[in-house]
Nanobody, 127 residues
């Protein structure tokens, strides 16, 4: 049974940093795309970042424009874990952050293409 467990959320002041982790179990994820999404109160779930297996033009990471340059996604295949380093946090980053896995190695920003989801971790950024 596939399980994704997020951790690392919390309360931080604007300008601060947090590092989210997502530990995956149930199968080997090194050949899958792993991503992060978020959902703020009253808003739809939105794409944040993804890390694929397949490289395009020398890169295998994708970011939403709103977080590009501030967030970094990475993965440790030996630990079946994906990370999201979040720097220069803003109050607009406040949301529940979800880890997700797409069994396609190409990489995608579309939530409906992801096959497995974690329960989410709350990130709150105070002004």
């Amino acid at each position: 049974q596939v399980q994704l467990v997020e951790s690392g959320g919390g309360l931080v002041q604007a300008g601060g940093s947090l590092r989210l982790s997502c530990a995956a179990s149930g199968r080997t994820f090194s050949s899958y795309t792993m991503g992060w999404f978020r959902q703020a109160p009253g808003k739809e779930r939105e794409f944040v970042a993804a890390i694929a297996v397949i490289y395009w033009s020398g890169d295998n990471t994708y970011y939403a424009d709103s977080v590009k340059g501030r967030f970094t996604i990475s993965r440790d295949n030996a630990k079946n874990t994906v990370y999201l380093q979040m720097n220069s946090l803003k109050p607009d980053d406040t949301a529940v952050y979800y880890c997700a896995v797409d069994t396609n190695p190409i990489g995608t920003r579309r939530a409906y293409e992801y096959d497995y989801w974690g329960q989410g971790t709350q990130v709150t950024v105070s002004s």
